[in-house]
């Protein structure tokens, strides 16, 4: 009988905590879009687009990301995530050229940090406003 009961138990209490997780796409909102430009001012190579895809958990946005057309480019996957605090862009994109690279770019005090991790060139580098201040081969 006690067995039924902790299960009965676990099993309600799982239920409570269960969120609706929806998405849709839609126009980037003014804090998303300002800090997607604010981005692509220091690195034009994360790209600048106005649709996007919000996920919301409850009626609050708890991730963002964008797609893109990749036919004709060099890219075989290319992916943007926007954080839901937004100040953070992360970034995952593989080509024939430069391989896999992710990473993100952070804004705090004004000024934007990118944080790349190249798989191919087994490559770290940091740069802050464009600008690179760290590479170090692994």
Do not use: W
């Not at 799982?14 to 604010?38: D, G, N, R, V």
């Amino acid at each position: 009988m006690r067995k039924y009961l902790l299960l009965f138990a676990v099993l309600c209490t799982s239920i409570s905590f269960a969120q609706t997780i929806t998405s849709k796409q839609e126009e980037a909102s003014i804090a998303q879009y300002e800090l997607l430009k604010k981005v692509n001012q220091y690195y034009p190579d994360i790209t600048l687009s106005k649709s996007v895809t919000n996920f919301y958990a409850d009626g609050k946005i708890i991730d963002t990301q964008q797609e893109f057309d990749l036919r004709g480019t060099k890219f075989s996957s290319y992916k943007l995530g926007i954080g839901p605090d937004n100040k953070k862009v992360l970034f995952d994109y593989v080509s024939t050229e430069a391989g896999h690279v992710h990473g993100d770019v952070t804004i705090f005090n004004g000024n934007a940090l990118k944080t790349t991790f190249n798989e191919k060139t087994n490559q770290i580098d940091v740069s802050l406003n464009g600008k690179s201040v760290y590479l170090k081969k692994l």
